[in-house]
């Protein structure tokens, strides 16, 4: 499992090179990318434009095992300072087989069966607060209410 976190800097301007240092003496950046070269741009005119790779990959010497052939795509930004990026951990074409995504119904909202199995599953798991409990308690929760939903409403998204 592997967890993708932003990570902005620190406030002080001045102290965020501690930041990129903490960063760097942990894990790998993925330096080469296709695409624009920078990720950021003041949006000036010439002679007072400012351009720069701001955002960046980085991973794990354990994630980067995993996925050697990872590649990063700078994209194009059409109303934004920023170059949105994107990581491609398999190479592209190759399909892999996925779970159908679950899906939270806003129609479920209000509904006394849906509040019950929120409340039974968030007491269920222990009492910590890292973040694999968490993910137990939102995974288990989705599939009660998705038996639920089948039970109590049929299957009214595959009727419309």
């Known amino acids: 499992m592997f ?9 002080d301007h001045s102290l965020r090179h501690r930041t990129w240092d903490l960063i760097r ?11 624009p070269k920078f990720t950021w741009c003041n949006g000036r005119g010439s ?3 400012i351009s720069v790779r701001l ?9 980067w095992n995993r996925f050697a052939q990872a590649k990063v795509i700078h994209e194009g930004a059409a109303y934004s300072d920023h170059v949105p990026i994107c990581l491609y951990s398999e190479e592209p074409g ?10 939270f119904e806003a129609m479920w909202v209000g509904e006394k069966g ?8 968030w007491k ?14 939102i995974s288990a929760c989705g599939k009660r209410l998705q038996v639920w939903n089948r039970s109590s409403f049929g299957h009214v998204q595959k009727k419309l």
């Open 25 to 35: 003496s942990l894990c790998r950046r993925a330096d080469e990318a296709c695409g």
């Open 124 to 137: 269920r798991g222990t009492n910590s607060n890292n973040m694999d409990d968490l993910m137990y308690k």
């Open 47 to 49: 002679g007072s434009s």
């Open 114 to 121: 849906c509040d019950k199995i929120v409340e039974d599953t």
């Open 94 to 103: 190759v399909a892999r087989e996925r779970g159908k995504l679950f899906r």
């Open 55 to 63: 955002d960046w990959f980085f991973g794990n010497p354990q994630w």
């Open 3 to 11: 967890f993708l976190t932003g990570i902005y800097g620190h406030l």
